[in-house]
């Protein structure tokens, strides 16, 4: 591990009972003075650019979570903007974003501009930041086996209310709030537990516009104990749009994601 890689990260303790861990990849916008010399866009356009692609106030959605829940639970923060690495795509040629130029390193703005030169070598910032992280997470993961006996990661993101240009299968509904599931990870108590923690807020949708969830890949597929849901929450629910602050709706989202997490059995 580099030594700068401990900071781009943090797990936050909860409770030794405790089998939730509450992921908070894309959050962020910081990105180190090294790897910002590496992007083209001015500091105009990238801060434009960290509006649309940072899905702001989720730290503290997590947060108000964990402080309201019965049992708190574990959260693993990304304090770097995806912008530095994404750590939730696949490393290599299985990332289906790689056709609009957003694999784990992204070469590609949300509206299909140049962030970084072609060419780029992604190996070093992979190297730096992505393979730390998924160490760090798949541990934060095991611990709560070891623990527990399972673990559940619940993935919390947010995403824009209109579709952007980079969005592969952006054209279905975009309820308030979209559940995306694995089959393998995803088992029906759990979805039915987050459909009734987020149904006072409005429809809640399955899979679109995003879908899927995140997993370790040392567990993923392979591990029944490890379930997962990524809780995908539009943004004119809870702040101003693309990059402004958040309003009231942030906490009743909180308040819905606490009561999810004390529906997960322990």
């Known amino acids: 591990m580099s030594p700068a890689a401990p900071s781009s990260f943090e797990l936050l303790p909860g409770a030794d009972s405790s089998p939730v861990l509450l992921h908070v990849p894309h959050s962020a916008r910081d990105i180190p003075a090294d790897v910002r ?3 083209v866009l001015d500091d105009e356009a990238l801060e434009r650019e960290l509006d649309h692609i940072t899905d702001a106030h989720t730290r503290r959605i997590a ?4 402080a309201l829940s019965a049992v708190t639970p574990w959260r693993f923060v990304n304090r770097l903007s995806r912008l530095v690495v ?3 795509r696949f490393p290599d040629e299985r990332e289906e974003m790689l ?5 784990a390193v992204y070469e590609r703005t949300t509206h299909g501009a140049v962030l970084r030169p072609a060419g780029s070598d992604p190996q070093p910032l992979l190297e730096r930041w992505f393979r730390p992280y998924a160490r760090a997470m798949t541990e934060a993961v095991a611990g709560r086996l070891a623990a527990t006996g399972r673990a559940v ?3 919390v993101h947010s995403y824009p ?8 299968h952006g054209g279905g509904p975009r309820p308030p709030v979209c559940l995306g599931t694995d089959p393998r990870h995803t088992p029906p108590g759990l979805l039915a537990a987050a459909r009734e923690a987020f149904a006072p807020l409005g429809a809640t949708g399955l899979d679109s516009p995003f879908a899927g969830t995140y997993v370790p890949l040392e567990f993923h597929g392979t591990e029944p104990r490890v379930s997962a849901l990524m809780v995908e929450i539009r943004r004119d629910t809870y702040m101003s749009e693309p990059g402004g602050p958040a309003g009231p709706g ?4 909180a308040t819905a994601l606490a009561d999810l997490v004390d529906a997960v059995p322990r």
């Not at 947060?63 to 964990?66: D, I, L, R, V």
């Open 37 to 39: 010399a590496g992007i």
């Open 63 to 66: 947060a108000e979570a964990a």
């Open 86 to 88: 994404d750590p939730e």
């Open 99 to 103: 056709a609009v130029g957003m694999g």
């Open 153 to 155: 990661i619940i993935d």
């Open 161 to 168: 209310t209109a579709r952007l240009p980079y969005e592969l």
């Open 250 to 253: 942030l906490h009743r989202l």
